[in-house]
């Protein structure tokens, strides 16, 4: 405990180090472990943002802290332990992220919109970009927790920067949403700030092109607008009465599903598209959960299972809410642990 104690006190714990025998230094690295915990949660954004994936996100940051922990007595306090977790964090998913390809949404594969009417094609050999789950609200007077744009964590950017190159999503996150030096950049990645700059010079430019404007501000989910929005769509559906979807959505609006690779444009193209494919026949076939995901609203959708009698895990909508309506929803189908994994039941 006088290990725990000394560590919290010292931000260049390397001093804590060099103050240990050898016999000792194993406890310090397990206490400095401990004490790093409290920035589980932010590095597990930042894995996310630079893979796409939920679960690799996990895996990284357990191998981040696992090189840390071994690497512990060589840490010089040349940065504070945050920064130096970070630098880790970020090479260990461009180590990861070698030779893999992109986690795409079905209108980020670069084909038109689809006939709602017509055939519905499912590619789950497609990596498909993952929902993050909420964690519950930090206090903002911790000095621990990080003070990020909300955008950064949302579906329009993730998906985005899955059209850069590893080291240009790297650039991209550590220069834009964290605020680092473009020394402290070039240092963490191995490159000069030469090359840095000509990084994220590409990377803005190409994210530009990635991401097209669209009107007025992303509602947060406890607005009273994203509110709104969320309980009619909710009520829509539930109500089995598409037609009220149409007054909901913005006149661009987008919806897609992933494993599905067709994405869908405009009111009437959804209510369309709904109509077609919807498995749900009637009210009360369908069910929801509110919740939130990627900083947006979100709705875990169960649909029933006659068989069961039970309403069954079928679909996880996340909304993006602009002035004037609905701007896009992502309904990510039920599987590989989608729903455990936002702490939900499989079934009602």
């Not at 943002?49 to 191998?63: F, I, K, N, Y």
């Not at 929902?131 to 007077?141: G, H, I, T, V, W």
């Not at 007054?247 to 709904?274: C, H, K, R």
């Amino acid at each position: 405990m006088a290990v725990v104690g000394a560590l919290r006190k010292l931000d260049d714990v390397s001093v804590l180090a060099e103050s240990l025998d050898p016999a000792d230094e194993t406890a310090a690295a397990d206490a400095f472990l401990a004490d790093a915990q409290r920035y589980r949660r932010e590095l597990l954004a930042h894995c996310y943002r630079m893979t796409g994936s939920v679960h690799d996100a996990e895996d990284l940051v357990q191998d981040t802290y696992l090189r840390a922990w071994k690497s512990y007595k060589g840490f010089e306090g040349k940065s504070s332990v945050r920064t130096w977790l970070y630098r880790i964090a970020t090479n260990t998913s461009l180590t990861a992220l070698e030779g893999r390809q992109r986690r795409p949404l079905p209108s980020g594969l670069g084909q038109p919109a689809s006939d709602p009417t017509g055939d519905i094609a499912e590619h789950r050999e497609i990596t498909w970009l993952e929902p993050l789950p909420d964690s519950p609200k930090e206090d903002p007077a911790d000095p621990s927790v990080i003070v990020e744009s909300r955008e950064s964590v949302r579906l329009a950017f993730v998906a985005a920067i899955q059209h850069l190159s590893a080291r240009q999503r790297a650039v991209l996150i550590l220069r834009e949403v964290l605020q680092w030096k473009a020394a402290e950049v070039g240092e963490a990645i191995g490159a000069s700030t030469a090359a840095v700059n000509s990084l994220l010079q590409r990377a803005r430019a190409q994210l530009d092109a990635a991401q097209p404007a669209q009107d007025g501000e992303v509602a947060v989910p406890e607005s009273p607008e994203a509110k709104d929005k969320l309980a009619r769509y909710i009520a829509a559906f539930e109500d089995y009465d598409m037609d009220k979807l149409v007054a909901l959505f913005t006149e661009d609006a987008i919806f897609e599903m992933p494993p599905f690779d067709g994405w869908y444009q405009g009111p009437a193209n959804i209510v369309a598209l709904s109509k077609a494919h919807c498995p749900a026949e009637g009210p009360g076939d369908m069910r929801f959960i509110p919740i939130t995901a990627n900083d947006q609203p979100a709705a875990a959708l169960y649909m029933l299972n006659r068989d069961t009698g039970l309403h069954e895990e079928f679909q996880l909508h996340v909304l993006q809410v602009r002035k004037g309506g609905i701007s896009h929803v992502v309904a990510f189908h039920a599987g590989d642990g989608l729903f455990a994994s936002f702490g939900l039941p499989t079934s009602l």
